[in-house]
């Protein structure tokens, strides 16, 4: 992570049983990680163990991320309670050697010649409370599991615990519930005897309840606003999977010490007094109705909005179904913007623009053309409303492209899309496209391909196609030996636009590798000059499941353009394919163009040239023109203006600094054809032209907050 981790930000961890975990034999011996006055822990590797008609597979293609880890929590024992009438028997005065004999030293009696020791004047001791983590994932893990040596000293029926006196008080079990719920892992539970047992394996049934409490009541605050922009989030309606508890057999199962996890649930272990489960911090089940009327009654004029937004949803379709059909004549949006005042803009009369008009490939959309959701619209770090860098174009039947994939990218699309839903999106990803190596636009990425990898696993695929700038690789590469990523890697620049026009003009005919001179590679091309080349095998195969995944999608190109903010920066240009309508006219295909982090850069404004959408960085605000120059970044106004000058129909702005936890500070001014990105909002292309009509009736929910979140967010500001 060296290539997009500041030194100063880099934690120094210690690892263990390096060596056993690279050999083919599963080592038996616990590896202690911690071992002091406070606690114990050790740990213990459980590796699967595959069965073919041959017997037991080899494990040496087994890597890392394979083996599970046992943990052993151990407290110490608390010592008996110190009797001071045995002490005055066996001769000893009151002072300094009673606290050495509570520290567990023997002192000399001060009557009589002999030594006295602390289990003569201490009660007898209570083992200290012992916790287990166990993470079995497959059935494949369980013999290696049962038959770990370090565990027997806790079971029930061993003499190693009769011996030791050692006692479980509480497992936590990692495993999903198609493991846990087997007869066979049941009766290996049962060993444990009279244990607290938390199941801790992925429920479903935990996303009722949202620990990310005012991310979701944003995002239903906006859904009650808007519900065309921002759809009912996935953890509203939860169908239980098979993988899950139902509420009603864990119930029953309550009486034989076993409960299923719920979020911020604890487990008490000091004072013994307090020892086992507290409930009290579990977070109250609240509903959609609940953040509703809590709103209404906050913010009572806001009751109106939703049907004056759903009028503007109306009036569109009627405007779309004005021209005969076939007809690809530019329609006239109605003019919405009240009049503007006559004040300078820059120096010059704000004059009325001319009426916007919706083109070709917006007037004739369906609604399962092309659709935009927004899984992060923050910069630099996440804040309790704004994810880092994350949009999800979705292609419906054609499947669907990621554009960049900040961290908590995964857990934002069950957000979106429940769990179900969320699983369908990644498993239908055509490709990934990462702008920068910054890491708040790709540490999502390991997470979201080693899911896929899992979902699609003996089903055939092929890799997915990864394109971001060149260190990336590397990181991708190193953390593949840690789990399986299934990805093919393709550097952005080798996707820069007369790269991939020339490569998708080229005839291949059966021949994988093309010819040096017939390529973009060929001496005097813009590519000659870069780092590899010619091109290797590797970006050969790349570049040709490259042009798949863009027929696949239905895109005539996608391409990337260097932009201005740190080495190898890059935006993107999707455009779709033409298509015919019911009456036999073409109709041109969308365009998208993604700017990644930049600074305003006459490449971007070029490429975005008639761009249907154009999705532009804004971090900071106007005032703050400096500041973006000194970090290449842009201002709102700066943003908008690319997309003027470029021609852009619809411009949407997002990457905010987390300063404006809620909405940025934006001038009004020039905001026809602009509007603000929000987490989880979904932009169908049949509704571009009502977009910008919607921000001012989304400001009403924030009305108090426009700058500055409450007291509690000052502080996340000032760390940005």
């Not at 179904?321 to 690809?328: E, F, L, R, V, Y």
């Not at 021949?511 to 290797?536: C, H, V």
């Amino acid at each position: 992570m060296r290539s997009f981790i500041p030194n100063r930000a880099m934690l120094h961890t210690h690892s263990f049983g390096a060596e056993c975990n690279a050999s083919s034999s599963q080592p038996k011996d616990s590896f202690i990680i911690l071992d002091d006055e406070v606690v114990r822990i050790s740990a213990m590797f459980v590796k699967p163990k595959y069965q073919n008609g041959a017997g037991s597979l080899n494990d040496i293609d087994l890597k890392p991320g394979d083996t599970a880890i046992v943990y052993a929590c151990e407290l110490p024992e608390i010592k008996g309670k110190f009797d001071p009438a045995k002490a005055a028997a066996l001769g000893l005065r009151p002072g300094p050697k009673y606290r050495e004999l509570q520290l567990g030293n023997s002192v000399q009696s001060d009557q009589f010649d002999e030594m006295v020791h602390p289990s003569d004047v201490l009660g007898p001791s209570i083992p200290g409370p012992a916790v287990l983590l166990v993470d079995c994932p497959t059935q494949y893990h369980m013999p290696e599991l049962f038959s770990l040596q370090p565990l027997s000293s806790f079971y029930e029926d061993s003499s190693n615990q009769r011996e030791s006196g050692k006692k479980v008080n509480c497992i936590i079990h990692l495993g999903p519930s198609s493991v846990t719920k087997s007869v066979d892992y049941q009766n290996w539970m049962k060993r444990f005897g009279e244990t607290q047992h938390i199941m801790a394996g992925h429920e479903i049934k935990n996303m009722e309840i949202p620990i990310l409490k005012g991310s979701a009541r944003i995002s239903s605050r906006l859904n009650f606003v808007c519900p065309q922009l921002f759809p009912s989030s996935g953890f509203w309606s939860v169908k239980p999977a098979n993988d899950v508890m139902e509420n009603d057999k864990s119930t029953s199962l309550e009486a034989y010490g076993i409960v299923s996890a719920q979020n911020l649930l604890k487990f008490h272990l000091r004072p013994y007094a307090q020892l086992g489960l507290d409930s009290a911090s579990i977070p109250s089940l609240f509903t959609y109705k609940d953040i509703v009327e809590e709103l209404v009654s906050e913010i009572p004029e806001v009751r109106e909005v939703p049907e004056q937004v759903l009028k503007f949803w109306q009036n569109n379709a009627i405007v779309k179904n004005i021209p005969p059909a076939g007809s690809c004549m530019l329609m006239v949006e109605e003019p919405w913007i009240g009049q503007k005042s006559d004040k300078l803009v820059d120096g010059s009369p704000n004059h009325p623009r001319d009426n916007q008009k919706i083109p070709c490939c917006v007037e004739d959309a369906s609604r399962e053309d092309m659709e935009i959701t927004f899984l992060g619209t923050g910069s630099s770090q996440p804040s309790k409303y704004r994810n880092v860098s994350s949009i999800y174009i979705n292609l419906f039947a054609q499947g669907g492209i990621l554009l960049d994939c900040g961290e908590g990218t995964l857990g934002q699309l069950k957000r979106r899309f429940g769990v179900n839903g969320a699983d369908e999106a990644v498993k239908n990803l055509r490709c990934i496209w990462i702008s920068h190596i910054h890491a708040d636009h790709h540490t999502g990425l390991a997470r979201v391909l080693a899911l896929r990898s899992k979902l699609l696993k003996g089903m055939p695929h092929k890799p997915l196609l990864v394109i971001g700038p060149r260190p990336l690789e590397r990181f991708l590469s190193a953390y593949s030996t840690l789990e399986d990523l299934d990805m093919q890697f393709l550097d952005c620049r080798n996707t820069l636009k007369p790269s991939v026009e020339a490569f998708l003009s080229e005839n291949v005919t059966g021949s994988a590798t093309p010819q040096l001179e017939n390529t973009m590679f060929a001496p005097g091309s813009r590519m000659e000059n870069y780092n590899r080349k010619p091109a290797s095998p590797r970006d050969t195969t790349a570049l040709a499941n490259f042009k798949e995944v863009l027929q696949e999608s239905g895109l005539d190109i996608l391409y990337s353009v260097p932009v201005v903010h740190c080495p190898q920066a890059f935006g993107v240009v999707l455009r779709a394919t033409e298509k015919v309508n019911s009456a036999g006219k073409v109709i041109p295909g969308w365009k998208v163009v993604y700017s990644g982090d930049t600074r305003p850069c006459p490449a971007l404004i070029d490429a975005s040239r008639d761009a249907t959408v154009l999705i532009h960085e804004a971090t900071f605000e106007d005032s703050m023109k400096d500041e973006a120059i000194a970090r290449n970044h842009s201002t709102t106004k700066e943003a908008i203006e690319v997309g003027t000058s470029a021609g852009a129909y619809r411009i949407i702005l997002t990457h905010f600094s987390q300063r404006y936890p809620k909405i940025p500070v934006i001038d009004e001014v020039d905001m026809e054809k602009t509007c603000i990105a929000f987490d989880l909002m979904s932009v169908n292309l049949a509704d571009l032209p009502v977009l910008p009509k919607v921000l001012p009736h989304l400001k009403v929910l924030f009305k108090d907050e426009m700058v500055v979140e409450e007291a509690d967010e000052i502080q996340e500001a000032a760390v940005y």
